[in-house]
């Protein structure tokens, strides 16, 4: 039986209008989505800021086009929030640089736009500070390890693909790659224990 709290049971719900449910959602998949959009994003445009930026739109944009998703297995909704995120990067890095035209970009209620809509986050400031810090925390642990156990961690823990998938990805056996994520776990452990 699937759980009340279960990205399939709420994706349930929030289809019959339960806004509750879809706000759990989203809050459940964030802190992996914005480790995605980090890895996606070059270097020059990692800032946090960016990155939360790129989250917000893409949960807009999921919020928007839900009713177009097809739950297919457990990872599925974060595959799909991941193929909206790249095509925001996409859409970012196409007009970086060109004078927006105007009604691109949704401008969020605020004291110069008061009637814009209200941001998806209504979190309070030291909520939002400290996500943001765990989130860097993660990251770091993810910077500090060898790219290949960085790669294993995002294909499995984050993207949530099968060792199978992940063999076929990455051209090795199912073996090779199960003992692969085993050592990045073990390493990624490592490097918490030490932060803490």
Avoid: C
């Avoid at 993207?159 to 994520?181: D, I, Y």
């Amino acid at each position: 039986m699937e759980s009340p709290t279960s990205t399939f049971a709420l994706l349930e719900k929030a289809r019959t209008g339960d806004q509750e449910a879809m706000s759990q959602v989203f809050e459940q998949h964030r802190r992996r989505l914005a480790v995605l959009v980090h890895f996606k994003l070059s270097p020059r445009a990692r800032g946090f800021s960016e990155v939360e930026d790129v989250v917000q739109e893409t949960l807009l944009r999921a919020f928007r086009d839900v009713g177009r998703f097809t739950y297919q297995s457990p990872g599925s909704f974060l595959r799909w929030l991941s193929s909206i995120a790249d095509h925001v990067i996409i859409d970012r890095v196409r007009y970086q640089g060109r004078e927006r035209r105007a009604g691109e970009r949704v401008p969020f209620r605020s004291e110069s736009n008061p009637l814009g809509p209200e941001p998806a986050d209504t979190r309070t400031p030291s909520r939002l500070f400290a996500q943001q810090e765990a989130v860097e925390r993660l990251l770091a642990r993810l910077e500090a390890l060898p790219e290949n156990y960085r790669e294993a961690i995002l294909l499995a823990k984050i993207q949530g693909l099968t060792t199978q998938e992940m063999a076929e990805r990455l051209g090795k056996s199912r073996e090779a790659v199960a003992l692969l994520v085993f050592r990045a776990v073990k390493r990624f452990r490592e490097l918490q224990g030490s932060q803490a």
